[in-house]
Antibody, heavy 121, light 107 residues
């Protein structure tokens, strides 16, 4: 059974970097049939896909245009996990952040429990 | 980006009712449509993918249909645990986009 365990701080100061990690059990971050995603949810923006990383003979990343200049998603094969870094955060980045597995580019079938991140001084 | 529009935004129904939620895509997405159920304070839960394929473990009272730009989620006989918010999402292309949600409330 695949599980995703999220970790990271719940409070980030404006202009700083939001960093979250998603540890994978029951699958591999290097899987040739999965992609590893970050999604966030806020009352004002609803569910918003941020980006993904996946391995198909080499590593690929896709990012939403709305955050493309500020986001990095990295795999860590040694720890079987992937991470989200979002730079220069503002209060508009306050949201619940989820990691999720996309299987065969079809659907987000496994989700982490979510991390509430507040951007405030 | 592909816009996903759900209707209605909210719906009041009773246990035992049959309900239908609609999702429209701003362009054709073939059958790359997923439905999720979300309870307060929890992550979305996969119900249906590929527009009509029921995820393992999901009760058969849930069904999905449609292709192209129009899709529906039907719950044939509402149970108390079905009162939640439902979202559609397209996986035809990136960025993945979600509908705004339909909140199903008890009448």
């Amino acid at each position: 059974q695949v599980q995703l365990q999220q970790s990271g701080p719940g409070l980030v100061k404006p202009s700083q970097t939001l960093s979250l990690t998603c540890a994978i059990s029951g699958d591999s971050v290097s899987s040739n049939s999965a992609a590893w995603n970050w999604i966030r949810q806020s009352p004002s923006r609803g569910l918003e896909w941020l980006g993904r990383t996946y391995y198909r003979s080499k590593w690929y990343n896709d990012y939403a245009e709305s955050v493309k200049s500020r986001i990095t998603i990295n795999p860590d094969t040694s720890k079987n996990q992937f991470s989200l870094q979002l730079n220069s955060v503002t209060p508009e980045d306050t949201a619940v952040y989820y990691c999720a597995r996309d299987i065969d580019f079809q659907t987000l079938d496994v989700w982490g429990k979510g991390t509430t991140v507040t951007v405030s001084s | 980006d592909i816009q996903m529009t759900q209707s209605p935004a909210s719906l009041s129904a009773s246990v035992g009712d049959r309900v239908t939620i609609t999702c429209r895509a701003s362009q054709s997405i073939s059958s790359y449509l997923t439905w999720y159920q979300q309870e307060p304070g929890k992550a979305p839960k996969l119900l249906i993918y590929g527009a009509s394929t029921l995820q393992s473990g999901v009760p058969a009272r849930f069904s999905g249909s449609g292709s192209g730009t129009g899709f529906t989620l039907t719950i044939s006989s509402l149970q108390p645990e079905d009162f939640a918010t439902y979202y559609c999402q397209q996986s035809f292309t990136t960025p993945r986009t979600f509908g705004q949600g339909t909140k199903l409330e008890i009448k």
